[in-house]
């Protein structure tokens, strides 16, 4: 028999972590319906679709040849120009859609600029909890993700003057996530600019993950002021997602802002990594910004009243407290000391039918939290959590 040596895998891809929402599904499916329909909080997706209209018009674009062929590699100049002109209103600046690439999801976005920023053995701070796809991101690209831990008692802002003493000279970036995931912490505008000019001082760059930015509360100032008071470009990076605030996640759109030049080499990667991206969908959200804007501003509305409404059906449970919440998620500190988080998520979803996600699977000091993504389910539901943790304990 012809013996051969089986070819190794990427050494640092097998040290990712798998996807963890899976793992928490599948638990869900020990539910026996007991105690009412299953309270899936597991994961950050609208609960409801786009309007028809805007349906329509991704079928209309569906259905024109010229969307069947390639497009630019940044992404198409319709999209970018509608893009640009939205920030341009947002933030006070003039932006050019030559300092914006579309990509496939603000995921994509992410690796596609982690990629351009740093090599396999430099590192990149990430505030602790962190998403769990940066992390991961990085540790296949042999980017050490270094723990930046943010403190409960501040609402998990992170503080600058930390992260400066966690630099060194293999640190390439810091990367923001505000409205954040998982707390739904919304970082001052104090603490953006902090962070600014502490990577254009140290050489290093910001990155800055907005795609919760949409969901602010009503008559928030701008998120903050790094785009029309600092020189940015040489030191900025901002990412974005349409999949929240136009309801499309299935459509895969994100956004990369940044100057010319890092767009460029930007545009290097996307044309090995996506080519293009969908164009029929980009059509229908550059039409979308102006387009659908009331139902944006209503939608972020009703977001906003669900972490309220998820506040008040927590306050009366003893020892539960939410530590957090904002936009899309609420991080909760579980009143079971010795049980690990994932325990807790396991017998909450399997007793009660209420699906959260365990604090560990977003780094590392969180076993006593859980965090609950309040965007996919309506404010009645949200209401019955009360009820269904009531009582609840080993």
């Known amino acids: 028999m012809l013996q051969t040596n089986r070819p190794a895998l990427n050494p640092d891809l097998v040290d990712t972590g798998t996807p963890p929402i899976p793992e928490a599904q599948g ?7 007991g105690n009412g329909p299953l309270i899936d909080l597991s994961q950050a997706v609208p609960g409801s679709p786009p309007p028809a209209v805007m349906l329509q018009k991704l079928a209309e674009a569906s259905a024109k040849p010229e969307f069947t062929r390639y497009g630019s590699i940044v992404g198409d100049l319709t999209l970018r120009e509608a893009y640009a002109a939205e920030i341009s209103a947002t933030y006070g600046d003039r932006f050019t859609p030559g300092e914006i690439a579309i990509t496939s999801g603000c995921n994509q976005a992410y690796v596609v600029t982690m990629m351009a920023l740093a090599r396999a053995g430099e590192n990149v701070l990430l505030p602790t909890p962190w998403y769990f796809n940066h992390e991961m991101t990085l540790t296949m690209l042999g980017i050490e993700p270094r723990p930046l831990p943010c403190d409960p008692a501040a609402g998990f802002v992170p503080d600058a003057a930390q992260a400066e003493s966690l630099i060194d000279a293999k640190t390439r970036a ?10 739904g912490a919304v970082y001052p505008p104090a603490t953006i600019a902090a962070f600014a000019e502490l990577c254009a001082r140290r050489g290093l ?10 969901f602010l509360p009503a008559g928030a100032a701008r998120p903050h002021e790094v785009f029309a008071t600092s020189s940015w470009r040489d030191s900025v990076i901002g990412l974005y997602s349409f999949s929240k605030a136009y309801a499309v996640p299935g459509w895969r759109l994100g956004a990369i802002t940044a100057g010319e030049a890092t767009i460029a080499q930007i545009g290097k990667v996307l044309d090995c990594v996506q080519i293009s991206p969908v164009r029929a969908g980009q059509a229908a959200v550059a039409w979308g910004i102006d387009g659908i804007r009331d139902w944006r501003e ?31 998620f609420a991080y909760v500190a579980h009143p079971f000391a010795d049980l690990p988080a994932a325990e807790v998520v396991r017998r909450l979803v399997q007793e009660r039918g209420v699906l959260a996600l365990p604090g560990p699977y977003f780094g590392p000091g969180q076993e006593r939290h859980l965090r609950v993504a309040i965007a996919n389910v309506g404010a009645d539901r949200i209401g019955e959590l009360g009820e269904r943790l009531r009582g609840f304990g080993p």
């Open 205 to 214: 760059w910001l990155v800055l993950d907005e795609t919760y930015r949409d």
């Open 298 to 328: 209503a939608n972020r509305a009703e977001i906003n009243a669900r972490a309220q409404a998820f506040r008040e059906a927590m306050a009366p449970l003893n020892g539960w407290q939410v530590l957090a919440a904002g936009a899309y």
């Open 27 to 33: 638990w869900a499916r020990a539910y026996d319906g």
């Open 174 to 183: 810091i990367v923001l996530v505000t409205p954040n995931n998982p707390t």
